[in-house]
């Protein structure tokens, strides 16, 4: 064999060990970030959601019974923030909530509609806007109280609001909370998107099937 073929047939082999180690190096590093994802990926809600504890709340539902957060616990729960007079995102929030319902199988998850306009939504008011949305009152409790408690509940699940006797500076957040047996937020899901409302469902029934196993 010629030298020009020798060194021709040595960088071959230099260049093929340096692909191969290459390849071997990409490997394992494709293998370490999956098990690293493995580790932190949640079992319910969005990636990385942090989790908060509700705030003590006691208000009171369409059919005037009391709800509080010692009456949930045990119950896995959806809380929203709504408010009757609204004309723009309640209504689209309230018609994915009647959907919602439906599409959670296990009959012990609730629903929470907070009011962020208590001085006007009272349970009567609440009762009427909840039938036209065919809400379940035994799954789908519409709940108006006290206006510093609702904020307070808004307020420690980190969604913004702004309550008042004024239905044109109302604000709320389009978010719905999912929340654990143990007064614990797990996920946020948009109260909007129907891919968000069918996944939350699946979260839902998931979490609420892990609690009573």
């Known amino acids: 064999m010629s030298k020009r073929k020798k060194i021709l047939a040595t960088s071959l082999w230099v260049i093929a060990v340096l692909a191969m ?9 494709i293998r370490a970030h999956e098990a690293r994802a493995a580790q932190v990926q949640p079992t319910v809600g969005e990636p990385a959601f942090p989790e908060f504890n509700v ?6 539902d369409q ?7 010692q009456s949930l616990k045990g119950h896995v729960w959806v809380a929203a923030f709504i408010f009757t007079r609204c004309t723009q995102l309640c209504p689209m929030m309230s018609t994915e909530l009647a959907v919602l319902q439906h599409k959670i199988t296990n009959p012990s998850v609730k629903i929470v509609s907070f009011t962020v306009d208590p001085q ?18 035994d799954r789908w409790f519409l709940v108006t109280g006290n206006q510093k408690t609702i904020g307070d509940v808004a307020t420690s699940l980190k969604l913004g609001v702004a309550l008042g006797p004024n239905p044109n500076v109302l604000t709320h957040s ?3 909370v999912l ?3 143990d007064g ?12 968000d409302i069918k996944k939350l469902a699946a979260d839902a029934d998931k979490l609420a099937a892990q609690s009573h196993s």
Do not use: H, M, W
Request: with cysteine.
């Open 120 to 137: 006007y939504d009272t349970p009567a008011i609440l009762k009427t806007y909840g039938q036209r949305y065919n809400a379940d009152s």
């Open 63 to 69: 059919l005037n019974r009391p709800v509080s957060n």
């Open 179 to 181: 929340i654990g047996p």
């Open 55 to 60: 705030a003590d709340f006691s208000v009171t």
């Open 21 to 29: 180690a290459a390849l071997v190096a990409c490997l394992s590093e």
């Open 184 to 195: 614990v937020s797990r996920g946020v899901y948009s109260g909007i998107d129907e891919n």
């Open 174 to 176: 389009d978010k719905l």
